[in-house]
Every structure is written in structure tokens, then in C-alpha cells.
């Protein structure tokens, strides 16, 4: 008996830990209330089937204690009974509890309940505070004490006291053993010490924005209180109902039928009111729906084991509740929960960011440990359990250290800056760009890097390139591998069947894209462009006709809005790469000649076939957004972020150095950061979104990571819609001219402020309060704290007070920042634009809102953000060109990506927004307050005096209109060859 016990206990304590490190990053959470019916049916069977084919699993009670040693003690009303193995089973405890209807029906109820606050909490995290469901042991030790708990006499405190020890003993003795409130402390130690584990997680506090006119901030934690309540209300009726050695409770065999019951009735409970949802109220199918997101094989392997899981759990936890009682697996399940997702974030997290104070983490753990420690030798000194070796405890101690070592071994303060070494890595990294590029001034010379790179001859007409080239003295005449990375899976596909596509794409408007046709040298827009975006293209053609009098006869597909389109699943674009890689045929034969007749023209009828899907307004990340991922990636792994209120760890650390981005290209890799599906607005609900699974040859002026589309540059910054023009520098301007004039003065002289202007236009909200995740709206949140939530701290990077040679990350509440001096100046413009139903009041209430401002104004600041709307940002190379240093965080990227240098052109910050007050304390300083002391930190304006110049430099060499010129002419060049019938015998070779 004593191995089923064991057995059971571990088979609980290891299920317990299964789940909670499995369950929050599962996809089993996509569909809570199905998986809560399924694991509540599943049990229910489970139960009843377990208890007849192991009849001895649920009849705990029979000659468990025969061999404990009992302390002699003097028993007021308890009885400790002290079976005798001779004694038949007859005077076995006889329960005679019976199940009542009414305790089953509240039973039902506050299950049902519970699951619905469970589902209600889960969907706004954001609002959440630290769980207190962990002070749940130490609750039923309250009502323990009140309801069994006695006091005792102790025989022992008659003895004469022979020494000091024996002193202490026995007044420890009459002091902790003999009231009935014994167990309090232990507990609660066990539930404060779960608590503070749970502090671990408070320097990685998200900018997640919990709206509180909507009440949330209040309503949340509420909600969590009531969820601890009727806990405990369930925990109670459990450790009434369980069978115990004086007869109380219900036999075994009832309490498996009790909570079998309870378990289907709920699950019958939730359908019924299930299925009457989502028949009468349409609004709430989509997360009733079986099939959204569509299920696969992975998501049901995930649902199983969950259900597994929490069988297991439920068998093996009843098993124990009735040989330990509910206190002490209260205990130990708490403990587990907390104990396993701290333990992890110790070793999963390794440098000083984010911060873990070694002495108050071990401390903490310690309080488990000793609670649980003081519990059992509580239990033993009374003879409630057998005297279990004191080397177990001793292991078990031992244990924790090892696993705790990590936060021994890691430093609190940093020596050096990340800052400092990520501007000198990104000289040295330019510096090998530069090299790499080299500067080949022949036309033989490109030809041979060509075909090195490239395994295969330039495009016909290279030569004419080169010279445009040269004439334009491009600095970057090499490294085009943008061109040929988006270009390669197109490889795979017959030319006819390209020319093809993008003939339907264009020939259908409600496509949303537009042709422009090259014949004879000049590129014309096609005739039935939508008006609005009329502009464009032929700001587009503008662009093509400065070199289209070299180009082949050919027609382009132009993608009229600013979400990508073109999103071609993992397997089937590697595929289509390798095939594409593999057709590296080219000969030296020129345009074929009549190309234009292989390209259809523009139906008189409106063409109505199409591959593209509308998939605006709703979250897209897994069903386009992470699709090209390999399916042993995180986003494709574990999709699932189950909280809010905290950054995932696993998601920034690939790509960073503590707080700030140490590589990005790396940063703009979704595959491992399924988080990014919550954080910007064209993964949680795009404005005009018509995508394709399917690879079709779409022209876009820019792409998240993952996308297939080609990019071009973009007629934005080629048309000057937005420019860099200050005004000129007169001297003679007065105080008045200010809102006038617009000079871009030296560095030094400009505002020391982070400055961004900008419209609510990343993702439309209509109603469901996806706008707390959009970048634009947790960026002006976070630097106005227009109102400040539970989850209101920072984590900055700031010199040691103690010593300023070493940085030390520190958690500060969120109006802190003012308090440091760090001046932002972010807000939305104008109005709030892309809402819908409520959403429209709680943004305004929530962000802050200016009146408009003249472009040119900007030049004012020292540091300008820059951030994504629906697509790129149009402002990035004006921003660029100026005296000023963009901030910038982008999932969308373009042409010239890995022509800049980030930490020297720019400074590159997450989309996450964490290290934003800590970079910006570095540039502009620190001068003010903080935990009520003075604090002074010099400002590194040097520093970002050389990010401002250097990327203005940089941006007058490679982003200039004829960088765009060129680039687009070799992107043509190469798509002339993809689309012409001899594609393998074309090229050009001295
Ligand atoms: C970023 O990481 C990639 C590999 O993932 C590497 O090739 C590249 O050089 C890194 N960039 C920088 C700036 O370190």
C-alpha cells in the first residue's frame, strides 16, 4: 500500500508540474472551453472506471498506520485512531455520509462559475494581479483549525525540565504543538513564500496596455479574489467530503461517484449553455467555434495530452487527498505550480537582464521549503504521519539549492553598457559590410561577383545597368541579395504561368492591385486603378521611366495597399527555394524578341476568380503570419502566449542583449516570437488585408518577415510625400518664428526630448480591444501614463548609485520616468482614427491626443521615434537624413534593410517597447529622482551625435533617388528574364 501511495503522490506532484510548465504555451489553449468539457468528461469516466479496476486505489484507510510511533498523547476530542493490524475490517471506520443533492448542485454551480471567471481572467491578463490563488493552502489551514483542529495536552510538559534544550523543547512544544491554530504558520510560510516567487516576473512587466476606464484594472483582480473564494469553497467541500478515520465524511466509494458527478454535470452545464451561445449570441462563436483557428493534428495531439494530464491528475490527487488530506496536497500542488514556472525562469533567463535578486528568490524558495518542512515535522510530533528519514528532507533541501544555483551565479550589475558594446560591434560590422562590398569600378569585375554570388549570369542588359550605375556613382553595385532572395522561389515557376498571374491579379480589382505595363520603353498605368491610389502608381511609373527605355516589353502587379499579401506556407516555399536554387541555367542570349504579345491584356469584363482571401479584421498571425516558419520553430511550436502582463522571455532573448536589441535582422525574424501576434496591429486585425497562401508575383513596398512578396521602393519617399526640408538657418529668427520655422540646428542645440507624432492607423479596433496591443498605442500609453495600471512599472538600466562604473537594472513605477527627467514628447494626432463600438471612447480616454504639427517641426528633437502604421513607416529616411536620431522599431521592412547598420545609422529598439526608457536614460541622461534620493547620470550625447551624422551620411550614399533608381531597374531586369520564355538561355557575359 505504502508503494501506491507513493506512487500516486509523485504521479500527482509530476502531473502537476507537466501542466504547469506545459499548459501556458499549449495550443489546447485556443479552445478553453471545449478542453475544459473534454477534460471534465474524460475524468468523470476515468474515475469510476479506475476505482472498480483498482478497487484499492480509493479504500486508503485500511492498515496504513500500523507501524508509526506514536507520541503517547492525551487526545480532547480527537481521536487518533491507531488501527491494530488484527482487527478485521468490521470496525474499519464506517462513513455514513450520504451525497446530498443540494452540496451536488452548489458543487456544479461554483465549478461552473469558476471556469467562467478562469475564462474571463485568462482573455484580459493585462489586468491581472500576481496570483493570490497560491494563499489557497494557507485559507483551508484557517478553516481547518476552526473546524477539526483541537487543542491537546501534551503528556510531555509534565516532565521536570532537565536542561536548557529540553526548556526550548517543550515551551516550543506547548507553544506550536498544542494550540489548534499549529498549522498556520507552516502554511502560511508555504503560500507567502509562493508569493514572493512570483515577484521573479515583476522586471519583465510588459507594456501591454489595461485600459481603466473600462473598469478592467478593478474589475480583473476582482474577479481574481471571487476565483480564490470559490476555491476555497470547493476545497472545503472536498476535504468535507473526503473519507477520514473517524467516519466523517463520505466513503470512498461515495466521493468517487461525488466527483465524478460534479465532473460530468459541469461538463454538461457548459455545453448546454455553449451550444445556446453560439447559437443566440453570434458575437461570441469565434472563440466557440471547434474549427477557428482551424484545428490540426498538432493542436488535438495537444488537446489529448492535456486531458491526459489532468486525469491523471484528478485520480492520483484523490488518491492522496485521502491518505494526506486536502491540506497537505493543497500544500504540495501550490507549491509545485508556483515552484516549477520560477524555477524555469532561473534557468532559462541568464543574463542581468532581467534582474533576479538572488538573496530574496532563495529566500523565498527557502519559506517553501521550511514551511513545508515544519508542517511534516508538526505531523510527526503528534503522530499523524510516520517519522519518514530526515535524509529525505535533507535531499530534498539539497535539491533546491543545486536548482537555485543559477540565481547564485548570476551578477545583478552589469560592468560595462550594452549600449557602449553594441555601437562598437556595429562599427565593426559596417566595417565588414564596407569590405565585403568592395569597390569594384569595372564592369568585368561586377560581372565575376555576380556570378560567384549568384551562380549565374546577370540579366540581359546588365551592362547598360552598370553604366546607369557608375554615372550615378552608387557606392553598392555588389550586394543586391534582397532582389535575389525575393526572386528566388519564383524560379520554380514556368514563365507563361507568371505572366499568367499577374494578369488575373490585375484583371480582378476586387484584388486590390494594379498593373503597370512596360512596352516599347515606357511604363503606363493600367487604366481601372482605384482613384485613391491612383498617385502611387503613377508615382511608381515616374520611377520606371527613368530607366524604362532599357527595359523588355513586361507587365508588373503592383500591391495597392500597405499590408503584404502574399504569405506561402513553410514546406512549399522551401520547396519552391530549392527548386528555384537548383535552376541556376543562364546563357548570353538577349531579350526574346516579341514579348509583348506573351502578356495578355486588361479583359473588358471584370475578371472574377481569384486566390486571394479577405482575412482583414482578425488576428492573422498563425494562419499567415508564422506559416513560413519551420514547424520546429517557437511560433509554430508553442503559438500560445498565455499572459499579457508579462514579455516572453524565449521571444526577445534570441535576439537581444539584455534589455536592447543586439541584431536586427534577427529582431525581425517572427519564428521566434509567436508574442508578436498580440503586439501589433497588422497581426491582431489588419485594415485591408487580401492574402494568398499561394505564391503569386506581387509587387509591395514593404514585407514582415515571412512574406513572399517582392519588394520595390517605395513611390512614398521617391515622390517626397514626406521630406526632409527644414528651413534654412538665418540666425536672425526670433522667439515668434518658432512655429514658423523649421531649421534643423546642430545636435547640441536641439530639444532633448524622444519625439513622435502619429495616427492610430496601424490595425483597426472595432470593438474587441485589440488596440491595447498595437505598437503606437502601448508606445504614447506608455510615455504619458494617462492612467496607470496594476502592471504599471518599468525596468531601467541606470548607473549604480553606489558606483557608477557598474549599471544595475532597477523596477520603478511608471510615472518614475518624469521623476528621472526623461522627457518624451508622444501622442496621437488629431483624433482617433480605425475604431469601432467602444473602442473609440476607451482610446480616447486612454491616449493622448494633440493637435497636428508641421512635418518639418520634428527637426526640433534630438530623438525622433519612428514606428510602423498599416505598413512601413514613410518617415524613416527623412528621419534619417536629418540631424536627429531615429529610434525605430519596424516588423515591416524594406529594400534597403541590410544596407543600414543598426547602433550606427540608427538605433533599433523591440516592438515590445521594454528598453525604450532605458536607451533613451543613456542618449539624453538622467537627472532627477529616484527613491526619493538625487541622481545624476551624464548624458551620451557624443554618442548620439555620431548615430545622427553617420546615418545622414550614410542615407546621402545608398538611400538617395538613384539608389532607389537602381535598385528597381536590376529588381526589373531580372524579372524580365523570370518572365521571358528562354529564361535559361538568357544573360549577359563579356
Ligand atoms: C545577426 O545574426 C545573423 C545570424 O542570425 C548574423 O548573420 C548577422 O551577422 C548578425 N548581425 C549582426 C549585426 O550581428
Known amino acids: 500500500m505504502a508503494g501506491l501511495d507513493t506512487l500516486c503522490y509523485c504521479i500527482s506532484l509530476l502531473t502537476a508540474g507537466c501542466l504547469a510548465h506545459l499548459f501556458p504555451i499549449s495550443t489546447a489553449h485556443d479552445r478553453p472551453v471545449h478542453l475544459i468539457a473534454l477534460a471534465l468528461t474524460a475524468c468523470s469516466f476515468a474515475l469510476p472506471g479506475i476505482s472498480k479496476a483498482l478497487p484499492r486505489l480509493f479504500h486508503p484507510a485500511e492498515s496504513r498506520h500500523e507501524d508509526y510511533t506514536a507520541l503517547p498523547l492525551d487526545d480532547l476530542g480527537y481521536v487518533n485512531r491507531k488501527p491494530d493490524p488484527a482487527e478485521t475490517p468490521s470496525t474499519h471506520p464506517r462513513h455514513n455520509g450520504k451525497v446530498r443533492i443540494s452540496v451536488l448542485v452548489a458543487a456544479v454551480s461554483v465549478v461552473c462559475v469558476r471556469l467562467e471567471l478562469y475564462r474571463r481572467i485568462s482573455m484580459a491578463t493585462e489586468c491581472t494581479i500576481d496570483s493570490i490563488e497560491v494563499f489557497l493552502p494557507f485559507l483551508l489551514a484557517v478553516y481547518d483549525a476552526v473546524r477539526s483542529q483541537r487543542a491537546r495536552r501534551l503528556q510531555e510538559e509534565e516532565r521536570p525540565d532537565s536542561s536548557a534544550y529540553d526548556a526550548l523543547r517543550a515551551t516550543l512544544r506547548a507553544h506550536v504543538l498544542r494550540p489548534r491554530t499549529r498549522y498556520l504558520i507552516p502554511m502560511f510560510l508555504v503560500s507567502y513564500g509562493c508569493y514572493r516567487i512570483l515577484y521573479l516576473w515583476d522586471p519583465v512587466t510588459s507594456t501591454y496596455i489595461c485600459p481603466l476606464v473600462t473598469g478592467e484594472g478593478r474589475i480583473v483582480p476582482a474577479m481574481q479574489v471571487a476565483a480564490l473564494v470559490l476555491d476555497l469553497c470547493l476545497v472545503i467541500t472536498v476535504y468535507e467530503s473526503s473519507p477520514k478515520q473517524d467516519g466523517k465524511g463520505l466513503s470512498p466509494r461515495r466521493c468517487v461517484v461525488l466527483w465524478s458527478t460534479v465532473m460530468i454535470a459541469t461538463a454538461i452545464v457548459w455545453s448546454v449553455v455553449g451550444v445556446i451561445v453560439y447559437i443566440y449570441m453570434p458575437e461570441h462563436r469565434a472563440w466557440l467555434s471547434l474549427l477557428e483557428p482551424p484545428l490540426n493534428f498538432g493542436d488535438l495531439m495537444a488537446i489529448t495530452g492535456h486531458v491526459l494530464l489532468f486525469c491523471l491528475l484528478c485520480i492520483s490527487s484523490l488518491h492522496c487527498i485521502m491518505v494526506y488530506g486536502v491540506a497537505e496536497m493543497s500544500l504540495h500542488l501550490t507549491a509545485v505550480m508556483t515552484m516549477i514556472p520560477g524555477l524555469e525562469f532561473i534557468w532559462l533567463h541568464k543574463s542581468p537582464f532581467p534582474p533576479i535578486p538572488a538573496f530574496a528568490t532563495t529566500l523565498s524558495f527557502f519559506l517553501v521549503f521550511f514551511g513545508r518542512w515544519s508542517y511534516h515535522r508538526i505531523q510527526q510530533a503528534l503522530g499523524e504521519r510516520d517519522r519518514s528519514k530526515p535524509s529525505r528532507h535533507m535531499l530534498l533541501f539539497i535539491f533546491l539549492c543545486v536548482l537555485l544555483f543559477p540565481a547564485w551565479s548570476k551578477k545583478s550589475y552589469v560592468h560595462f553598457h550594452p549600449i557602449d558594446l553594441l555601437i562598437y560591434d556595429a562599427k565593426i560590422h559596417h566595417e565588414e559590410y564596407l569590405k565585403a562590398l568592395g569597390n569594384t569600378t569595372s564592369l568585368s569585375e561586377t560581372v565575376t561577383q555576380y556570378k560567384q554570388k549568384y551562380n549565374r549570369n546577370p540579366p540581359p542588359g546588365f551592362d547598360v545597368w552598370f553604366e546607369y550605375a557608375k554615372n550615378r556613382s552608387a557606392l553598392i553595385v555588389d550586394e543586391f541579395d534582397q532582389i535575389y532572395e525575393d526572386l528566388l522561389p519564383f524560379r520554380a515557376i514556368p514563365p507563361a504561368d507568371l505572366r499568367r498571374q499577374t494578369w488575373e491579379m490585375v484583371s480582378n ?206 513611390a512614398w519617399n521617391y515622390m517626397d510625400k514626406v521630406v526632409y526640408a527644414p528651413s534654412e538657418e538665418k540666425g536672425t529668427r526670433g522667439q515668434d518664428d518658432y512655429h514658423s520655422s523649421f531649421p534643423d540646428l546642430p545636435f547640441e542645440q536641439k530639444e532633448n526630448t524622444l519625439f513622435w507624432r502619429g495616427a492610430t492607423s496601424e490595425g483597426v479596433s472595432s470593438g474587441n480591444g485589440v488596440w491595447r496591443g498595437m505598437t503606437r498605442q502601448r508606445l504614447v500609453h506608455m510615455a504619458n501614463n494617462i492612467t496607470t495600471s496594476s502592471h504599471d512599472r518599468f525596468t531601467i538600466l541606470l548607473p549604480n548609485p553606489s558606483d557608477h562604473k557598474k549599471y544595475k537594472y532597477q523596477v520603478l513605477p511608471g510615472p518614475a520616468v518624469k521623476e528621472l527627467g526623461l522627457k518624451p514628447d508622444i501622442a496621437i494626432v488629431d483624433r482617433i482614427a480605425r475604431c469601432g463600438g467602444v473602442d473609440c471612447h476607451d482610446q480616447e480616454s486612454e491616449v493622448h491626443l494633440v493637435p497636428p504639427t508641421d512635418f518639418q517641426a520634428h527637426w526640433r528633437y534630438r530623438y525622433l521615434f519612428d514606428l510602423d502604421g498599416a505598413g512601413f513607416s514613410g518617415r524613416f529616411l527623412p528621419f534619417l537624413q536629418s540631424r536627429s536620431v531615429p529610434f525605430k522599431t519596424a516588423l515591416f521592412r524594406e529594400w534597403y534593410d541590410s544596407r543600414l547598420t543598426a547602433w550606427l545609422h540608427f538605433v533599433p529598439q523591440d516592438s515590445r517597447l521594454h528598453g525604450v526608457w532605458s536607451t533613451l536614460a543613456y542618449f539624453a541622461g538622467v537627472n532627477g529622482t529616484m527613491f526619493g534620493q538625487s541622481i545624476w547620470w551624464k548624458p551620451h550625447l557624443r554618442e548620439a551625435e555620431i548615430i545622427a551624422e553617420a546615418g545622414r551620411e550614410w542615407a546621402g550614399k545608398v538611400l538617395r533617388k538613384d539608389d532607389m533608381e537602381l535598385y528597381f531597374f536590376r529588381l526589373l531586369l531580372e524579372w524580365g528574364r523570370l518572365t521571358d520564355d528562354r529564361r535559361d538561355e538568357l544573360g549577359f557575359d563579356l
Open 509 to 714: 480589382p476586387w484584388n486590390e492591385i494594379s498593373g503597370i505595363t512596360i512596352r516599347s520603353g515606357k511604363a503606363l498605368v493600367q487604366e481601372n486603378v482605384l482613384p485613391t491610389h491612383r498617385w502611387m502608381l503613377e508615382g511608381v511609373a515616374v520611377l520606371i521611366n527613368s530607366f524604362a527605355q532599357y527595359l523588355p516589353d513586361m507587365d508588373l502587379a503592383f500591391n495597392l495597399n500597405d499590408e503584404s499579401r502574399v504569405a506561402v506556407p513553410y514546406n512549399d516555399i522551401t520547396f519552391l527555394r530549392e527548386k528555384g536554387r537548383s535552376a541556376d541555367e543562364s546563357g548570353r542570349s538577349g531579350w526574346s524578341q516579341d514579348r509583348a504579345a506573351g502578356w495578355l491584356p486588361i479583359p473588358e469584363h471584370e475578371f472574377t476568380q481569384t486566390v486571394f482571401r479577405d482575412m482583414s479584421f482578425r488576428n492573422t498571425f498563425r494562419q499567415y503570419g508564422s506559416v513560413g516558419c519551420s514547424p520546429s520553430s517557437l511560433a509554430r511550436r508553442a503559438p500560445h502566449i498565455s499572459s499579457h502582463s508579462h514579455i516572453c522571455g524565449s521571444c526577445v532573448r534570441p535576439h537581444s542583449i539584455g534589455q536592447f536589441v543586439a541584431n536586427w535582422s534577427d529582431a525581425a525574424d517572427v519564428c521566434h516570437q509567436p508574442d508578436m501576434a498580440d503586439l501589433h496591429g497588422f497581426y491582431l486585425s489588419p485594415a485591408a488585408f487580401k492574402t494568398s497562401h499561394q505564391l503569386m508575383p506581387v509587387f509591395s513596398q514593404s514585407k514582415p518577415h515571412g512574406y513572399n512578396d517582392i519588394l520595390y521602393p517605395s
